[in-house]
Nanobody, 124 residues
Framework: QVQLVESGGGLVQPGGSLRLSCAASGRTFSSYAMAWFRQAPGKEREFVAGISWGGDMTYYTDSVKGRFTISRDNAKNTVYLQMNSLKPEDTAVYYC?????????????????WGQGTQVTVSS
């Protein structure tokens, strides 16, 4: 069993930055690819970024490429999402998720574990 706890959300002005963290329990974190999803009000949950279990491969949805960076520290059982140049359309609840596979997969129903979510609001 793996438990995921996100932190780092908040209110930020357009153009600002935030770093989300997702801490995982358990001793098998390095056996999981990890991903960040987000869900805005009235919209479906969408894939934002993913990272392979070794951290050597990363994936991003087009709207965040060049602005967001996903990384992980397997020694600390933590995955991060650095978000720069934030826009109002990035406003959403952000979730981290884990899948027992080398590479992250897109559909959210493929993922085995989910965090509770953290709110990110981009507004002036």
């Amino acid at each position: 069993q793996v438990q995921l706890v996100e932190s780092g959300g908040g209110l930020v002005q357009p153009g600002g930055s935030l770093r989300l963290s997702c801490a995982a329990s358990g001793r098998t974190f390095s056996s999981y690819a990890m991903a960040w999803f987000r869900q805005a009000p009235g919209k479906e949950r969408e894939f934002v970024a993913g990272i392979s279990w070794g951290g050597d491969m990363t994936y991003y949805t087009d709207s965040v490429k060049g602005r967001f960076t996903i990384s992980r520290d397997n020694a600390k059982n933590t995955v991060y999402l650095q978000m720069n140049s934030l826009k109002p359309e990035d406003t959403a609840v952000y979730y981290c998720a884990g899948i027992r596979a080398r590479f992250p997969k897109g559909p959210d129903y493929e993922y085995d574990y989910w965090g509770q979510g953290t709110q990110v609001t981009v507004s002036s």
